[in-house]
């Protein structure tokens, strides 16, 4: 079956033989799909630029059951893909629908979250509001979203109260430490409900939050993206530290 030619984001490529490229393709209509692009490798091709991690192609493909094979790419009149150190954000959220989406399951709203995200990273918003809402937005996705609104017990969420968020139940008052949970502030459940994380504590508890609950659906899975970060901001301090 042929898949006509319309607006998908690359998420990932790696070499595949000689000369092609396999692709990790995200569709509004047809979710992530493996395709094969063959020759895409050859300094000859002139489309091998449009096959870029976040970048939004146009493109279409003979569908098969496991890897279809890719017929054709043009650009979308869209701005490039972020650059620079916000490159590193789209490789990580590239790597989380990689590894959290099945293929083939079409998630259209998804899709128009991951263009949100994209398109902010490549303007001036803040990058960590950009990757917590997408973070949680993805959980909704794919049917874990946060209670944010209220305890475990249906009690409105307190902003001057502390929580334990447990992964499997949601916020309880924080009374000590709890196994499997995250301390997290009311403030910052209701930030995020409202999905205005911008205070530096809600940010930081945002994130230690989400990172919890993606590490539970990741099953203990590393993500490259975040050893790759750790890797340049240990190289970046410890060449500081010799100025």
Same mark, same amino acid.
């Given at each position: 079956?042929?898949?006509?030619?319309?607006?998908?984001?690359?998420?990932?490529?790696?070499?595949?033989?000689?000369?092609? =490229? /396999?692709?990790?393709?995200?569709? !509004?209509?047809?979710?992530?799909? *493996?395709?094969?692009?063959?020759?895409?490798?050859?300094?000859?091709?002139?489309? !091998?630029?449009?096959?870029?991690? *976040?970048?939004?192609?146009?493109?279409?493909?003979?569908?098969?059951?496991? =890897? *279809?094979?890719?017929?054709?790419?043009?650009?979308?009149?869209?701005? #490039?893909?972020?650059?620079?150190?916000?490159? /590193?954000?789209?490789?990580?959220?590239?790597? /989380?629908?990689?590894?959290?989406?099945?293929?083939?399951?079409?998630?259209?709203?998804?899709?128009?979250?991951?263009?949100?995200?994209?398109?902010?990273?490549?303007?001036? #918003?803040?990058?960590?509001?950009?990757? !917590?809402?997408?973070?949680?937005?993805?959980?909704?996705?794919?049917?874990?979203?946060?209670? =944010?609104?209220?305890?475990?017990?249906?009690?409105?969420?307190?902003?001057?109260?502390?929580?334990?968020?447990?992964?499997?139940?949601?916020?309880?008052?924080?009374?000590?430490?709890?196994?499997?949970?995250?301390?997290?502030?009311?403030?910052?459940?209701?930030?995020?409900?409202?999905?205005?994380? *911008?205070?530096?504590?809600?940010?930081?508890?945002?994130?230690? /939050?989400?990172?919890?609950?993606?590490?539970?659906?990741?099953?203990?899975?590393?993500?490259?993206?975040?050893?790759?970060?750790?890797?340049? =901001?240990?190289?970046?301090?410890?060449?500081?530290? !010799?100025?």
């Amino acid at each position: 079956m042929r898949v006509a030619l319309h607006p998908c984001y690359i998420l990932h490529n790696r070499a595949y033989r000689e000369t092609s =490229l /396999l692709l990790d393709v995200f569709s !509004r209509q047809h979710g992530r799909v *493996g395709l094969i692009a063959k020759g895409g490798r050859t300094q000859k091709n002139h489309k !091998r630029a449009l096959l870029q991690p *976040g970048r939004r192609v146009n493109i279409s493909w003979t569908a098969r059951r496991e =890897l *279809g094979a890719l017929i054709s790419v043009e650009p979308c009149q869209t701005d #490039a893909p972020p650059g620079g150190g916000r490159l /590193l954000s789209v490789f990580y959220i590239n790597e /989380l629908l990689v590894k959290l989406l099945h293929k083939h399951e079409a998630h259209p709203e998804l899709f128009d979250v991951y263009d949100e995200a994209i398109t902010g990273l490549s303007g001036g #918003a803040s990058e960590q509001v950009i990757l !917590r809402l997408f973070e949680k937005r993805l959980l909704e996705a794919l049917g874990y979203g946060l209670a =944010l609104d209220s305890d475990v017990e249906g009690n409105p969420i307190k902003p001057n109260e502390d929580y334990n968020y447990r992964i499997e139940q949601g916020p309880v008052l924080y009374e000590t430490p709890l196994e499997n949970s995250v301390r997290v502030s009311g403030q910052t459940l209701l930030a995020l409900s409202k999905e205005n994380p *911008g205070k530096d504590r809600v940010l930081n508890e945002a994130k230690q /939050l989400m990172r919890m609950m993606i590490g539970h659906l990741l099953g203990g899975r590393p993500l490259v993206s975040r050893e790759l970060y750790k890797y340049i =901001l240990s190289t970046h301090t410890e060449k500081a530290g !010799r100025k």
